[in-house]
């Protein structure tokens, strides 16, 4: 079992940045990805980015919406994720979740994880 807790989320201008934090805890050698989704009110949760990580290095992704914007980031050292957000707009508006997954494979489909933080609101303003 893995516990994931998010944190950094609240309320920013649009054009302005935050940055979210995950942090870790539990079996986290059984977790190979890790990846950050998004539930905006009356939509479907999508996926913003992901990171793999492995002996041959890390590996990113990112959806196209927020490519050129947002940064993902680990430190294993403190079993945490990040996610950087710049130039953030009242369409990001959303609720942040972190999850984390077996696979060993990036993946933007939520089925492909295993585990869930809490969410974090993030809110944007014009």
């Known amino acids: 079992q893995v516990q994931l807790v998010e944190s950094g989320g609240g309320l920013v201008q649009a054009g302005g940045s935050l940055r979210l934090s995950c942090v870790a805890s539990g079996q986290i050698i059984s977790t190979y990805t890790m990846g950050w989704f998004r539930q905006a009110p009356g939509k479907e949760r999508e996926f913003v980015s992901g990171?793999?990580?492995?002996?041959?290095?890390?590996?990113?992704d990112y959806a196209d919406s927020v490519k050129g914007r947002f940064t993902i980031s680990r430190d294993n050292a403190k079993n945490s994720v990040y996610l950087q957000m710049n130039n953030l707009g009242p369409e990001d508006t959303a609720v942040y979740f972190c999850?984390?997954?077996?696979?060993?494979?990036?993946?933007?489909?939520?089925?492909?994880?295993?585990?869930w933080g809490q969410g974090t609101q993030v809110t944007v303003s014009s």
């Open positions: 999850a984390a997954s077996r696979v060993g494979t990036l993946s933007a489909r939520t089925r492909a994880y295993n585990y």
């Open positions: 990171i793999r990580w492995g002996w041959t290095g890390d590996s990113v």
